[in-house]
């Protein structure tokens, strides 16, 4: 087996910083934003292509840093390939986002389309249906809801939704289940 290598400086003060994090030090995490938040920064602009989205997901990215520093493992990664990781992994979550926001626009334009009938006619069938699935879904339990939108809303994993609400993966699974039948129910009955 490999020897560890020595550990820098850098890496010495990050890992510093990270421990002092980790027991709720605010002023070691600022540090910690300090030193790698520009380079997240760059990598989340890069990967999202505008700034405004790379720097929401830049605090998303020290939020999450923020709440599993007690988590990170200097085995596994350095501090600053940690961060980065995080960052990458939220960009990647906003991108699958935005483009499962975009194959429902599709679905809707689909919907919208004029098929038959008067148009009047059409718009109110829309808007009656919108309407029902709204209802549907505000009647759910909010753990069943926020999973649901997530899922089909969000364009999430049943892994990253149930790591977005630090539950079990059976739960979330369970949940989805649950509130999906629910859904069918309300909107059978409503037809």
């Given at each position: 087996?490999?020897?560890?290598?020595?550990?820098?400086?850098?890496?010495?003060?990050?890992?510093?910083?990270?421990?002092?994090?980790?027991?709720?030090?605010?002023?070691?995490?600022?540090?910690?934003?300090?030193?790698?938040?520009?380079?997240?920064?760059?990598?989340?602009?890069?990967?999202?292509?505008?700034?405004?989205?790379?720097?929401?997901?830049?605090?998303?990215?020290?939020?999450?840093?923020?709440?599993?520093?007690?988590?990170?493992?200097?085995?596994?990664?350095?501090?600053?390939?940690?961060?980065?990781?995080?960052?990458?992994?939220?960009?990647?979550?906003?991108?699958?986002?935005?483009?499962?926001?975009?194959?429902?626009?599709?679905?809707?334009?689909?919907?919208?389309?004029?098929?038959?009938?008067?148009?009047?006619?059409?718009?109110?069938?829309?808007?009656?249906?919108?309407?029902?699935?709204?209802?549907?879904?505000?009647?759910?339990?909010?753990?069943?809801?926020?999973?649901?939108?997530?899922?089909?809303?969000?364009?999430?994993?049943?892994?990253?939704i149930a790591e977005r609400l630090a539950a079990p993966?059976?739960?979330?699974?369970?949940?989805?289940?649950?509130?999906?039948?629910?859904?069918?129910?309300?909107?059978?009955?409503?037809?």
């Amino acid at each position: 087996m490999d020897p560890a290598p020595p550990i820098d400086h850098d890496q010495s003060e990050d890992l510093h910083l990270l421990g002092r994090a980790a027991a709720g030090d605010r002023d070691a995490f600022a540090r910690l934003f300090d030193r790698h938040g520009s380079v997240a920064l760059g990598l989340l602009t890069r990967m999202l292509g505008e700034r405004s989205s790379a720097e929401e997901v830049l605090q998303e990215t020290f939020l999450q840093v923020w709440q599993q520093a007690r988590r990170y493992e200097p085995r596994l990664a350095r501090p600053r390939a940690w961060i980065l990781m995080i960052a990458r992994s939220r960009a990647l979550d906003r991108l699958r986002s935005q483009s499962a926001r975009e194959r429902r626009e599709e679905v809707v334009a689909r919907w919208e389309t004029p098929s038959s009938g008067p148009v009047g006619i059409r718009n109110l069938e829309q808007e009656e249906r919108r309407r029902a699935v709204a209802a549907a879904l505000d009647a759910l339990p909010a753990e069943q809801r926020q999973a649901i939108e997530l899922a089909f809303f969000g364009g999430l994993t049943h892994t990253q939704i149930a790591e977005r609400l630090a539950a079990p993966l059976g739960t979330v699974k369970s949940r989805i289940l649950l509130g999906m039948n629910k859904l069918r129910q309300s909107l059978a009955s409503h037809s």
